[in-house]
């Protein structure tokens, strides 16, 4: 074997380099499948984690969009049974008493003490009770909200779910579902008159109609000014519902539990709500996670096969650089680097490869606007990663094909 090069490439590279990109270069077929086979690899990896992440994405976004990620609550009444005779308890028959609207004590210093954690977006105040709502001899059964605009539009962006009218609200104002005006014929500037539990009534004028993406939210959903509900409600000064939003929606359940903790309050966040959601989102990463896992263990295999093929067809060559004196180490090296460039080289075809495959996913797979299907994020980090992975899986899977190679005893080499 000769291992002349050019006076500048021995120049600028170590030894081992040299002897490696040799050994590549003269099994260029067995090198370039390889390579090949890693790019498929990589292709899949990058393609299939980001088409995961943005359906994982938009799930969560379209059940979000409509709801906050945390909702603190007053308790529930509750009732015990008081007749006492001595020591003795007598028996009773209790039944859970009716739940009426009440408000979070301290509301007010609560919402500070939330607002001041580092993980909260926005504490948005609410009021939420049953009314009933009047249209002529048409009556129905509605969820009056009270809401800050300026606050709760933060977590629920109401003006990009209007469907006529505006969503901007004054005391004598509401917004009202698709569902109900359908049912009760109303639409933008129409009045209603709105009963509440406790005789309260007033007459608001419809100023937006909206559409949350569910009918029975579109049926019973309406909103109003904070202090018109409160007003209705008899709750003056008071909310029902604190709504929170967080930086990491994923890590919801674990701040509300600690929400819990510092004020007490009771605080149910979307994953204990949508615990069948949050389920499936689980399990499709662990797919995710898994499929990762088996392609990059193929793409292990596929490299130690091809460095061990090397080994035994550059037996005598490595011989030969032993007897010259080149240390078990240097050999080492030389196999490494092998595995390295290979997993290195396949990674970025790979990532080109699954790049140019979201871009026809894009392009071909829309909905019936022409829009696509749902939004994907081409995150620098998961190239980066499938970069850094595909070149730690070369090395690991060179290891043992290169300890090998460092092993060979140079007489027998040269003899073999």
Do not use: C
């Not at 948005?124 to 709502?133: I, K, Y």
């Not at 008899?234 to 519902?241: F, K, N, R, T």
């Amino acid at each position: 074997m000769s291992l002349t090069t050019s006076p500048q490439l021995s120049r600028w590279l170590p030894f081992e380099w040299i002897v490696a990109l040799r050994f590549l270069r003269e099994g260029r077929m067995q090198t370039a499948f390889i390579i090949g086979g890693v790019a498929i690899g990589v292709g899949v990896i990058v393609f299939m984690s980001a088409l995961l992440s943005g359906l994982q994405g938009n799930f969560v976004k379209r059940v979000l969009s409509g709801q906050s990620h945390i909702q603190l609550l007053p308790p529930k009444e509750v009732v015990r049974p008081l007749r006492q005779k001595g020591t003795a308890v007598e028996g009773a028959i209790v039944q859970a008493p009716l739940q009426r609207v009440k408000s979070i004590d301290q509301w007010q210093s609560i919402a500070a003490q939330i607002r001041s954690m580092p993980d909260i977006k926005v504490v948005s105040p609410a009021v939420s009770g049953s009314a009933l709502v009047l249209r002529g001899d048409a009556s129905r059964s509605i969820s009056l909200n009270g809401i800050e605009p300026d606050l709760y539009y933060r977590i629920v962006p109401m003006d990009e779910k209007m469907v006529r009218g505006s969503a901007r609200l004054a005391s004598t104002d509401m917004l009202i579902g698709t569902e109900l005006a359908s049912d009760l014929g109303v639409g933008v500037g129409d009045k209603l008159r709105i009963t509440a539990a406790n005789g309260t009534d007033n007459t608001l004028t419809i100023r937006g109609v909206f559409d949350l993406g569910n009918k029975g939210a579109n049926t019973r959903t309406t909103y109003v000014t904070l202090r018109t509900a409160q007003s209705m409600l008899g709750l003056a000064g008071g909310v029902s519902v604190l709504d929170v939003t967080v930086k990491d929606v994923y890590a919801a359940e674990r701040i509300a539990q600690r929400i819990t903790l510092q004020t007490g309050v009771k605080a149910d966040s979307w994953i204990k709500t949508n615990e069948q959601f949050f389920t499936a989102v689980s399990a499709q990463t662990t797919v995710n996670t898994a499929i990762r896992f088996f392609v990059a263990l193929s793409v292990a295999f596929g490299i130690a096969s091809v460095l061990v093929v090397s080994v035994v067809q550059k037996s005598r060559e490595i011989g030969i650089l032993r007897a010259m004196g080149i240390s078990r180490g240097q050999i080492l090296r030389v196999f490494l680097l092998q595995g390295g460039l290979l997993g290195l080289g396949g990674a970025v075809a790979g990532s080109m490869l699954g790049g140019i495959a979201l871009i026809l996913w894009q392009t071909l797979a829309t909905n019936a606007d022409g829009t696509p299907m749902f939004p994907l994020t081409f995150d620098p980090w998961l190239f980066v990663l499938a970069l850094v992975l595909a070149s730690v899986t070369g090395l690991v899977a060179a290891f043992a094909p290169a300890l090998r190679a460092a092993r060979l005893d140079p007489v027998v080499a040269i003899r073999g």
